[in-house]
């Protein structure tokens, strides 16, 4: 970082996979063309004017059959390429068995990190090498997209939107981190960095970091405070689903459809709750749109999700 670079580094695995991508296509566009050069450079000798080169008519079945096989050889070398790269990107989007999950919120002009302990940034991320971080990202107002160079990855933040951003850092070291979709005035200036760390140094830093209350302690602080408890809880008078197992599961809406309650469910059902009415229950819930900053409905979530995890936390 610094230095002007000729060659990014390539620091998670996703990295190495687009450049094999990026070589693998030049190496073929550059041999087609080698071909396509040199077929030119040759006939152009040979079929020069005046020259004793024998110039009969070829039968027009051959050269028909010519004019298929190769138009059948570039269609099926572009499907395969086709094939290739889109096979690796559904890599990229299946949820991995174990990830650390991260939360980054982006703002006209920053970008805003917390860990799952609490910790929390302000255009840094620290992630250990080594292993599935997974960025779980929201937008605070307008679209931002987030962008590590040296992991080939850019992803946009849509507001309203949950967006998913895995990647495995391999290569230990400090890279630039970039918006990359204009955002306002201060844009150009809504950058920072990332920070690979061996796990061990990463343990230690995320110990020395400021004592923040964790998400889910955070997020339950929260359900309180913002009234959600008061419906929500088993003690209250209103009919209010219980939210304990909630996350993850299958819930069945008033309209007849099922959806699995997720990180984007969970945020629609505190944001537009009119929009997924749940079986059995009445649309009294008022929406919290403009109530929550994005931080404190990460924290929700989090809190939520605990919920699925911890039955005895009801
Ligand atoms: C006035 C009572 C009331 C308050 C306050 C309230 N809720 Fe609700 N909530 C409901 C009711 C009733 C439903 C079910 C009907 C629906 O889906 O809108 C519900 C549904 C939900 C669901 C979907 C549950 C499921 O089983 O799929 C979530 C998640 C949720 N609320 C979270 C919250 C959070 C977080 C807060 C606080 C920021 C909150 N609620 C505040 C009454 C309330
Ligand atoms: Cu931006």
Known sequence: ???????????????????????????????????????????????????KATRKRLPTWFSKDIETVWTLATAGLFVAIFAWAASQDFALAVPPARSTQIHVVGKQWMWKVEHSGGQREINELHVPAGETIELVLNSQDVIHSFYVPAFRLKQDVVPGHTQHMR?????????????????????????????VMSKEDYADWLTRQPEGDDLQEDGRRLFVSKGCAGCHYGSSKVRAP?????????????????????????????????????????????????????????????????????????
């Open 1 to 51: 970082m610094g230095e002007v670079e000729l060659f990014l580094p390539a620091a998670s695995s996703e990295a190495v996979s687009t450049d094999g991508k990026l070589l693998g296509l030049i190496v073929i566009s550059g041999l087609i063309t080698l071909l396509v050069a040199s077929l030119i450079g040759i006939f152009a000798v040979r079929y020069r004017r005046g020259s």
């Open 242 to 314: 219980r939210l304990a197992g909630v996350y993850g599961s299958s819930v069945p809406l008033a309209d007849g459809q099922v959806v699995t309650a997720d990180d984007q469910y969970i945020r629609d059902s505190i944001l537009q709750p009119r929009r997924d009415i749940v079986a059995g229950f009445e649309p009294i819930m008022p929406s919290f749109a403009g109530a929550l900053t994005e931080g404190e409905l990460v924290s929700l979530t989090a809190y939520i999700r605990s919920l699925a995890v911890d039955e005895t936390a009801r």
């Open 167 to 195: 990647f495995n850092p391999t290569e230990i070291g400090t890279y630039h981190l970039f918006c990359a979709e204009y955002c306002g005035t201060q844009h150009s200036a809504m950058i920072g960095r990332v920070v």
